[in-house]
């Protein structure tokens, strides 16, 4: 995962470097660093901030790439729901051969850190000959990889199980922008990704399957973005569905397919 995310930070400079040379009159890249809170209502409800670096580049008139990356990690204890509670003792006694679920002394502690890039290609153009609407198709990739931590036991008894997950998919979709006459920018996104490589790996010692890794099934996942741009500071609001596919069998042993909601704001400032 790291490769890829090396693999196009190095892509677009590139890309910047050989249009830089062909005209002087386009603004060729625009550098937005960018702040994120998000809910992540899954198994459990957690508060998650992001931090992130979104690059744009105008390689012509008719072509723009945007590149973002990021890191997000827990700000808040999270807070169960009535699907992991209901599911938990049986979770329980099959990763840890566990006969009576009332050994847990209290519900986990849930963690969540990870980070994303995405790459995007564009081609916009102007709707019905008018300066103010822009229809933009796109196509893209995404890679996300996120960590799920579960403190189970106690201070004199700890028990730490992780999941890593990982995901690298193709994305699709069209973002369509409106200037109004006060010069503010308003951009409605929608897209979708399939992935093209979905696994999750168990990395605890204390696991009776220490570093097994999973496929998942593939699901498609779509995203809806709405935001703003008042000169040079945006401002988004996200709604993204996460779709988790089953995991393959080992040893009797698999994953539930699940859906992760998450939704937040994030405020960026254009260099």
Known sequence: ??????????SSFVSFGVSAQKADSLKFITI????????YDWFEKSIVGEIGLQLKIQASPKTNITFGTGLF????????????????????????????????PNYPQKRYNGGFFNVDVGVPFKLKD????VLEPFLGIEGKFWNRTSEYGTEGNPLTVQ??????????????????????????RISASYPVLSKIKLDEKNLNMPNAELDLKKQL???????????????????????????????????????????????GYDF
């Open 1 to 10: 995962m790291r490769r890829f995310i090396l693999f196009f930070i190095l």
């Open 163 to 188: 999941e890593k997950y990982k995901f690298l998919s193709p994305t699709f979709g069209a973002k369509v922008n409106y200037t109004t006459k006060s010069k503010v920018k308003l951009t409605l």
């Open 130 to 133: 008018s300066t103010n609407w």
């Open 221 to 267: 996942s779509p995203s809806i973005e709405i935001g703003a741009r008042i000169k040079k500071l945006t401002i988004k609001l996200r709604y993204e569905r996460i779709n988790i596919g089953a995991s393959d069998s080992l040893r009797g042993f698999s994953t539930p397919s699940s859906k992760a909601n998450v939704s937040g704001v994030s405020i």
């Open 73 to 104: 990690k827990s700000l808040s204890t999270s807070q169960k729901n009535a699907v992991e509670a209901a599911s938990l003792s049986n979770v329980f006694d099959k990763q840890f051969n566990v006969g009576n679920a009332n050994l847990l």
């Open 32 to 39: 937005r660093p960018t702040a994120s809170v998000l809910n």
